[in-house]
Nanobody, 113 residues
Framework: QVQLVESGGGLVQAGGSLRLSCAAS????????MDWYRQAPGKQREFVAR???????NFADSVKGRFTISRDNAKSTVYLQMSSLKPEDTAVYYC???????WGQGTQVTVSS
């Protein structure tokens, strides 16, 4: 079955960096765009970034210039590199496969001030 497993979350100070990973199985990874979303306590889940099957990217305005997204089709893995982190980046981060409309379980990112 389709499975997405996120990792790499944790506690970091403001200004720091983290790299999240999302490993996919049960899908033809190379054909699907991949998204990252996040959900802060008491807020709706929001879009963070997308990478297309061809490698094109787009980002939410709130993370442009600070976050990058990449993919390794050989490893069926998508990454979210987060830099210059702010306390408002604190959230559970989820990956999603667009073609299969499946979500991972999420990984917590906490940025302390």
């Amino acid at each position: 079955q389709v499975q997405l497993v996120e990792s790499g979350g944790g506690l970091v100070q403001a200004g720091g960096s983290l790299r999240l990973s999302c490993a996919a199985s049960g899908i033809i990874f190379r054909i699907t765009a991949m998204d990252w979303y996040r959900q802060a306590p008491g807020k709706q889940r929001e879009f963070v970034a997308r990478i297309s099957s061809g490698g094109g990217t787009n980002f939410a305005d709130s993370v442009k210039g600070r976050f990058t997204i990449s993919r390794d089709n050989a490893k069926s893995t998508v990454y979210l590199q987060m830099s210059s982190l702010k306390p408002e980046d604190t959230a559970v981060y989820y990956c999603k496969t667009v073609a299969y409309n499946t979500w991972g379980q999420g990984t917590q990112v906490t940025v302390s001030s």
